[in-house]
């Protein structure tokens, strides 16, 4: 049994920061991949950012240079530190271990950026 549980999401005027975590817990240890995906009303769920065991990362063109994500393997962590937010940052911010096909879901977190 796997859980995955996000935290930080909340409102932000344009231009802020909010840093996302996400903690799992149960039989993660063969997971490589953990990454963040968001989904704004109306719209299909989409990739943020993703890291490997190792480190390795990969981001969506709308989230570099902006976006950082990292991850803490002794904790079971990773995090999303965002910058600059803007309007169409907006959306549920899920937390998914493992991959989109075999690998689990958080419940989501809402992220709002407005003035």
């Known amino acids: 049994q796997v859980q995955v549980v996000e935290s930080g999401g909340g409102l932000v005027q344009p231009g802020g920061s909010l840093r996302l975590s996400c903690a799992a817990s149960g039989s993660i240890f063969s997971r490589n991949v953990m990454g963040w995906y968001r989904q704004a009303p109306g719209k299909q769920r989409e990739l943020v950012a993703s890291i490997t065991r190792g480190g390795s990362t990969n981001y969506a063109d709308s989230a570099k240079g902006r976006f950082t994500i990292s991850r803490d393997n002794a904790k079971n962590t990773v995090f999303l530190q965002m910058n600059s937010l803007k309007p169409e940052d907006t959306a549920v911010y899920y937390c998914?271990?493992?991959?989109?096909?075999?690998?689990?879901w958080g419940q989501g977190t809402q992220v709002t950026v407005s003035s």
């Open positions: 998914n271990v493992g991959g989109i096909i075999t690998g689990y």
